[in-house]
T-cell receptor, first 114, second 111 residues
Framework: GAGVSQSPSNKVTEKGKDVELRCDPISGHTALYWYRQRLGQGLEFLIYFQGNSAPDKSGLPSDRFSAERTGESVSTLTIQRTQQEDSAVYLC???FGTGGYEQYFGPGTRLTVT | GQQLNQSPQSMFIQEGEDVSMNCTSSSIFNTWLWYKQDPGEGPVLLIALYKAGELTSNGRLTAQFGITRKDSFLNISASIPSDVGIYFCAGQIKTGNQFYFGTGTSLTVIP
């Protein structure tokens, strides 16, 4: 079946602009995660949605970052007033069930802030 | 957040050699995952471990959940050029909580 998809694949934006990144998880997956990966670095947890529970926002680096999820489907990560240090690949993952096991990742959105 | 120390940071090996990498944490984890990431792609799950002492294989890959629950190992036997990539470990402290990722091991296989 279809995997996790993300759009856009690449985004170049000017400093100070807002951006929206989209994630479509695998159908039936109740858990959805957002991560940030800076060049040559590991994955930095941002936010986690599980079903109808309140999201775990503990990884969001500042109040410029927010995310929403509609039911158990698409999620949008929004970065307001982008800064150059926001440049990174933003990865989305989904998993089935509450265990958070076996996350399946999308290809990521490469964000460049100029 | 939790720190996962992954080593080595990078490896350069000859095709056919075996590879070993590990991941350690300061906390006890109840799940360990190993991923491989190719350039421009998202990480792909290789092996999942759910029980202390568990040893699981996936083809030429073998991973172990350390008995202390604070570490995990990944071995690749008889490496081939397509093994090139970055390998990440990930651990979960409690079911339903977030996963923490290691900093990655970059593997280069020289034909």
């Amino acid at each position: 079946g279809a995997g996790v998809s993300q759009s856009p694949s690449n985004k170049v934006t000017e400093k100070g602009k807002d951006v929206e990144l989209r994630c479509d998880p695998i159908s039936g997956h109740t858990a959805l995660y957002w991560y940030r990966q800076r060049l040559g670095q590991g994955l930095e947890f941002l936010i986690y949605f599980q079903g109808n529970s309140a999201p775990d926002k503990s990884g969001l680096p500042s109040d410029r970052f927010s995310a929403e999820r509609t039911g158990e489907s698409v999620s949008t990560l929004t970065i307001q007033r982008t800064q150059q240090e926001d440049s990174a690949v933003y990865l989305c993952a989904s998993s089935f069930g509450t265990g958070g096991y076996e996350q399946y990742f999308g290809p990521g959105t490469r964000l460049t802030v100029t | 957040g939790q720190q996962l120390n992954q080593s080595p940071q990078s490896m350069f090996i000859q095709e056919g050699e075996d590879v070993s990498m590990n991941c350690t944490s300061s906390s006890i984890f109840n799940t360990w995952l190993w991923y491989k990431q190719d350039p421009g792609e998202g990480p792909v799950l290789l092996i999942a471990l759910y029980k202390a002492g568990e040893l699981t294989s996936n083809g030429r890959l073998t991973a172990q959940f350390g008995i202390t629950r604070k570490d995990s190992f990944l071995n690749i036997s008889a490496s081939i050029p397509s093994d090139v990539g970055i390998y990440f470990c990930a651990g979960q402290i409690k079911t339903g909580n977030q996963f923490y990722f290691g900093t990655g091991t970059s593997l280069t296989v020289i034909p």
